[in-house]
């Protein structure tokens, strides 16, 4: 059988026997893992965020308490769970508890608003949810109450915080018998442990199966690349539930490593630099965006940062002219790291020379990646050459969850992975990301699917036709654009005025879609350019932007 056919693609028995026998695959669970840490460094802090200061010790018990209340609830093994929390402590043992019991949280991010979540929920057939009560200002509660409306699986909203009607946190943590978790059969490490989710490239967003096996591995390579070690302080910036920060190696790294993660609020540099001091922070990460404002804020700023030792940035493209400020202005060592939710992640090494760091994207963590980069038809490309960059191994999935049509084509026959990324190889092996195939934008690391927004708006009643693209922005790298062709009024419209640009973001956010990804701009344009094909021509779309004098 297609593998990609399957509910979960996995890899064949021979590769997964491969995997294991080489030693990258450790059969061990995150379950297990926690335990261990706790059994020999539980005194060690573990997690630190504005209300907490946990040990690996009452991390685990935390997390034990949290299973024994998933069980009464009637969670099982197998069962999705939506996670959306913001960078908070809880995060973890909610995590925690999933992971021992089996059970596979869907890491939503905060910005997820009801048109994403609702589609996890009903696209997994999520059992639970769990949220803050409220986050940088908004009511994570009333959220849940538009989801809880529509919703025909999830039984149980679960709050972190001041719960009203819903179910508390804190008491599903004094409900269960935590006896009965330790004589929980262990999950099978092959199993998932999570879905990640998909930059996407498609109208519904994809959902990643990694396994234990396959993400605890991942951990531990990040972990030797970035040389963390028990005395590593992490300090998480990013949404915690992204694969970046919670990977590469990022918090889960971190307690892999035995170090202590730091859970920052906000990404502002005077509060992230107050912990840095405070906690002695040896490591962070960034998007791009983020780089420039923490570059700009180091004269106005007086904090000791000086124990900060690699600040990794990735997610979407560095400028070498950035790239090259880091260590003078921040006194820092810069990381490039170019990775995905699907699997591969490339990293400068530490001791690389600065023209590797500064003007290259890294190159693949494991010895076990396999990269080929490929013309439009597959055929491999002289080094070099730019072209698609193509990936499997012991960490890269082999298929999204549920999607054996997708699979087909973004997987080949031979279980590569199709990054939709335009890559060159260096004669030293490493990777530069010289652009992109996918249709998808790009916004200073937060990815918008263009096809998702664009069957959004062709349903608003005077929108004929919609292309999203992206276009070059002084701040976030790129920004979205949204074309338009309005309805025209002819004789069966006569009611049908062009739509103004406010009244379809208000549109846009009436359908719950996440504020990230509404367009930064419209244009209204009489007909697309199309391709010889008779494809929309985003290419043009893109340059009559670009070529725009005055802004639009
Ligand atoms: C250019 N484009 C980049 C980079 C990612 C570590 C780091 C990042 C992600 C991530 C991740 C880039 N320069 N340095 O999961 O573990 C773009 C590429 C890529 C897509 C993946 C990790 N780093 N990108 O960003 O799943 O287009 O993961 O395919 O969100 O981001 O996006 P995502």
Redesign the pocket.
């Given at each position: 059988m297609d593998r990609r056919l399957k509910v979960v693609p996995d890899w064949s028995p021979e590769v997964a026997d491969h995997y294991r026998q080489a030693g990258y695959w450790q059969g061990i669970t995150f379950g297990q893992l926690l335990r261990e840490r706790a059994q020999h460094q539980g005194n060690q802090l573990a997690v630190i965020d504005v209300n907490h200061r946990w040990t690996y010790q009452q991390l685990d018990q935390l997390a034990d308490q949290l299973t024994a209340g998933l069980i009464e609830l009637g969670i099982e093994a197998g069962d999705r769970v939506v996670v959306q929390l913001p960078n908070q402590a809880e995060f973890f043992v909610i995590c925690f508890a999933l992971f021992r019991l089996g059970a596979w949280p869907i890491m939503a991010l905060p910005g997820h608003r009801q048109a994403e979540i609702s589609y996890f929920c009903e696209f997994s057939q999520a059992k639970a949810y769990f949220i803050a009560d409220k986050g940088v200002g908004f009511d994570y509660r009333a959220l849940a109450r538009k989801v809880m409306a529509k919703t025909t699986t999830v039984n149980h909203v679960i709050v972190v915080g001041e719960a009203e009607e819903f179910l508390s946190f804190n008491d599903l943590l004094n409900t269960g018998n935590v006896a009965a978790v330790h004589s929980l059969p262990e999950p099978d490490p092959s199993s998932p442990a999570l879905l990640?989710?998909?930059?996407g490239t498609t109208g519904a967003p994809k959902l990643?199966p990694r396994t234990h096996d396959d993400y605890i591995y991942?951990l531990k390579a990040?972990v030797d690349v970035c040389r963390l070690t028990s005395r590593s302080k992490y300090l998480c910036v990013l949404p915690v539930a992204?694969?970046?920060p919670?990977?590469?190696p990022?918090t889960l790294g971190t307690l892999y490593a035995g170090g202590t993660v730091i859970l920052a609020v906000d990404t502002q540099p005077d509060h992230c630099w107050r912990w840095i001091a405070q906690e002695q922070v040896t490591m962070t990460?960034l998007?791009?965006p983020l780089v420039n404002v923490w570059l700009h804020a180091r004269q106005q700023l007086s904090w000791d940062i000086s124990c900060l030792e690699v600040l990794?940035?990735?997610?979407?493209?560095?400028s070498p002219e950035v790239a090259k400020q880091i260590q003078p202005v921040l006194g820092c060592k810069l990381q490039?790291?170019?990775?995905?939710?699907?699997g591969l992640?490339?990293y400068t090494r530490l001791d690389d020379s600065d023209e590797v760091i500064i003007h290259t994207?890294?190159k693949p963590m494991s010895l076990a990646d396999e990269i080929r980069i490929v013309d439009d038809n597959d055929e491999v490309l002289p080094t070099g050459t730019v072209g698609h960059?193509q990936t499997r191994g012991p960490y890269t999935i082999q298929g999204y969850f549920k999607a054996p049509e997708h699979n087909q084509k973004a997987f080949t026959n031979d279980g590569y992975y199709r990054?939709?990324?335009r890559v060159r190889l260096t004669e030293q092996g490493y990777l530069v990301?010289e652009g992109?195939a996918?249709d998808?934008i790009?916004r200073g690391?937060?990815?918008v699917a263009a096809e998702e927004i664009e069957n959004y708006l062709i349903t608003h009643p005077s929108v004929q036709d919609a292309a999203l693209v992206a276009v070059a922005d002084d701040v976030l790298g790129e920004a979205s654009c949204a074309f338009i062709v309005a309805l025209e009024a002819t004789d069966d419209h006569q009611s049908i005025a062009p739509p103004k640009k406010i009244e379809l973001k208000r549109f846009l956010l009436a359908q719950g879609v996440a504020n990230y990804k509404i367009p930064d701009r419209f244009v209204f344009i009489k007909q697309f350019p199309k391709t010889p094909v008779g494809k929309v021509n985003k290419k043009q779309l893109r340059a009559l932007v670009e070529n725009e004098t005055t802004p639009v």
């Open positions: 990640q989710l998909s930059g990643i991942s990040s992204h694969n970046f919670l990977s590469s990022g990460a998007v791009p990794q940035v990735g997610g979407a493209r560095l490039q790291v170019f990775g995905m939710a699907e992640v490339n994207q890294g960059l990054t939709g990324d990301v992109r996918k998808q790009n690391g937060e990815k």
